[in-house]
């Protein structure tokens, strides 16, 4: 299957400071990726669908400021979670894929983000 | 109401055992079925899909959709202890409609 690689795998942080994360697709080219957040025992939470050369969108509920998206590249796409705050602590996952029903379909490796 | 529902579980059951995972969706046109396994704090893996309603067999995987009941399971024949992990269902529409996960665990 496609590879999707996410960095960092894990970071902490203080209150306050920004947070980047990036999501690469290794072998292939992704016009759209996803952004997911996921807390402990519970499912993938859609942050926002990043397309490559135009604004994210968001689904209701994300702040768009706190939570900036840019997907420069066709193979790069970015999440920085800005003026972190302990509620922020969370598992981030982004999500690539080629086109059809395995759009989006294949996930990086996670970061599990936490705010001190 | 919740566009896909799961039973959390967990689920707990000895190697070898035959285990049977489902969902439940309320969207009649969803038309890919997708399954992860998700290991603590991973990313979840893809391990089938499925169009539209029928069987798709991987191994020791059979992934089974009825899209008249609205119906998606995923069978594991011959557990192990390697297949223990969370397992989340997937219906695909212009995105992916996550299940909560059913945590399995297989005791050797």
């Known amino acids: 299957g496609a590879v999707v690689s996410q960095h960092p795998s894990r970071v902490i942080c203080k209150s306050g400071t920004s947070v980047k994360i990036e999501c690469r697709s290794l072998?292939?080219?992704?016009?759209?990726m996803f952004w997911y957040r996921q807390f402990p025992k519970q499912s993938l939470m859609l942050m926002a669908t990043?397309?490559?050369?135009?604004?994210?969108?968001?689904e209701q509920g994300v702040e768009k400021d706190k939570f900036l998206i840019n997907h420069a590249s066709l193979t790069l796409s970015t999440l920085t979670v800005t003026s972190a705050h302990p509620e922020d602590s969370s598992f981030y996952i982004c999500?690539?894929?080629?086109?059809?029903?395995?759009?989006?379909?294949?996930f990086g490796q996670g970061t599990r983000l936490t705010v001190v | 109401q919740k566009e896909v529902e799961q039973d959390p579980g967990p689920l707990s059951v000895p190697e070898g055992a035959i285990v049977s995972l489902n969902c439940t969706y309320s969207?009649?046109?969803?038309?890919?079925f997708m399954w992860y396994r998700q290991y603590s704090r991973k990313g979840p893996e893809l391990l089938m899909y499925?169009?539209?309603?029928g069987n798709k067999e991987d191994g020791r995987f059979t992934a089974q959709v009825d899209k008249s009941s609205k119906y998606i399971s995923l069978f594991i024949r011959d557990s192990q202890p390697s297949d223990s992990a969370t397992y989340l269902c997937?219906?695909?529409?212009?995105?992916?409609?996550f299940g909560t996960g059913t945590s399995l665990t297989v005791i050797p």
């Open positions: 072998d292939f080219q992704a016009t759209t």
């Open positions: 499925t169009y539209s309603s």
């Open positions: 997937a219906p695909r529409g212009n995105q992916f409609y």
């Open positions: 990043s397309n490559e050369g135009s604004k994210a969108t968001y």
């Open positions: 969207n009649s046109a969803f038309q890919y």
């Open positions: 999500s690539a894929g080629l086109r059809g029903a395995h759009g989006g379909a294949f």
